[in-house]
Every structure is written in structure tokens, then in C-alpha cells.
């Protein structure tokens, strides 16, 4: 719902998107959410194993790398404020 498109980690930071959905529950109950969906840095670290010989670990540094990952913040209310909620 709030990663309609999937969640997967990318290389650059995606823009801020925000979007509203109203939901109906059995009771015919009118659910209004809001949803501001932005990326947050991911500090990636690879490293090689501990097993690996201290000659081949010299010629290769440990990998570091910057991921950005969505995340989503979520408003649900009865109340129809969606302006106010952006």
C-alpha cells in the first residue's frame, strides 16, 4: 500500500512522493491516509571473509558503498483532512 511500486534499494536518491487513498472497511467506514514516501541513506559494508590469506586481503580493500532506501510515513484518520495532513 504505502510502496506501490515495490521496495528495492537504489544508487541515487529518488524524489519525495506523496499520494492519498481512502479506504473502505467492512462496517462501509471511510478511512482517509496519507502517505509521504521519501529515501534514507543505507551506509552499505562489505568485507572480506575471515578466512581469506592476509596477502589476497591487502590487494583488496573492503567495499563501501551509499544506498538509499525508501520509507514511508503514514496518516490514517476518519476525518477527511488531507490538506492538512500534507
Known sequence: FCQPTGWALSTQRQQPTFFTAVLTDVDLVRHYSAC?????????????PDDEDIEDHEHTLAHHSQMFAPKSLVIMSRLNY???FR
Open 36 to 48: 509521504l514516501t521519501f529515501s534514507e541513506t543505507v551506509t552499505m559494508t562489505t568485507s572480506q
Open 82 to 84: 488531507i490538506e492538512t
